[in-house]
T-cell receptor, first 113, second 112 residues
Framework: NAGVTQTPKFRVLKTGQSMTLLCAQD?????MYWYRQDPGMGLRLIHY???????AKGEVPDGYNVSRLKKQNFLLGLESAAPSQTSVYFC????????????FGPGTRLTVT | GQSLEQPSEVTAVEGAIVQINCTYQ??????LSWYQQHDGGAPTFLSY????GLEETGRFSSFLSRSDSYGYLLLQELQMKDSASYFC?????????????FGSGTRLSIRP
């Protein structure tokens, strides 16, 4: 049982490049989330999904897109990276009805130059 | 909208007790969670309060007062490994799904 995994762990992009971050969970959780965390700040929700094939916007969705084609995977895409997207990205998952207890992946540290 | 306030930093001595407060403003409040995050690590769930009162889990306890929109995390018998950031989070209902809104975190530093 690996829990929540994220790939890659680190990435450096140039402005304007695109990339996809992958999140996978093996706990059969319905809900999945993408957060970003900037220094000295809490976690801000980018997008989330309540089930396969469904996604919704969070607090800071601009510049990001997501897809949930399979229940266990949640992808976060950056179409045209900007320096403001330099951050640590965390994926989380949880059971429906237990949103208060989220399981987080190890994070992806992204730098955009 | 939703907002949470918690102190940005707290310092305590090893073996002592420390309390980290959290006040919140939110609609459709369901409950208050606490998470721990060590430097370079991922947040991990500590506790959840849906009802008023104290919940105890080993050295950690969490308290909620819904009427005061206030909660706290109490850490006893502090150990050096408790040095971390602690986040309160409210479970709120927004749009079509329940979400968690996180505070900015309290960095706890422990001195020997």
């Amino acid at each position: 049982n690996a829990g929540v995994t994220q790939t890659p762990k680190f990435r450096v992009l140039k402005t304007g490049q695109s990339m996809t971050l992958l999140c996978a969970q093996d706990m059969n959780h319905e809900y999945m989330y993408w957060y970003r965390q900037d220094p000295g700040m809490g976690l801000r929700l980018i997008h989330y999904s309540v089930g396969e094939g469904t996604t919704a916007k969070g607090e800071v969705p601009d510049g990001y897109n997501v897809s949930r084609l399979k229940k266990q995977n949640f992808l976060l895409g950056l179409e045209s990276a900007a320096p403001s997207q330099t951050s640590v990205y965390f994926c989380a998952s949880t059971l429906s009805g237990q949103e208060y207890e989220q399981y987080f992946g190890p994070g992806t540290r992204l730098t955009v130059t | 909208g939703q907002s949470l306030e918690q102190p940005s930093e707290v310092t305590a001595v090893e073996g002592a007790i420390v309390q980290i407060n959290c006040t919140y403003q939110t609609s459709g409040f369901y409950g208050l969670s606490w998470y721990q995050q060590h430097d370079g690590g991922a947040p991990t769930f500590l506790s959840y309060n849906a009802l008023d009162g104290l919940e105890e889990t080993g050295r950690f306890s969490s308290f909620l007062s819904r009427s005061d929109s206030y909660g706290y995390l109490l850490l006893q018998e502090l150990q050096m490994k408790d040095s971390a950031s602690y986040f309160c989070a409210v479970r709120d209902r927004y749009s079509s799904a329940s979400k968690i809104i996180f505070g900015s975190g309290t960095r706890l530093s422990i001195r020997p």
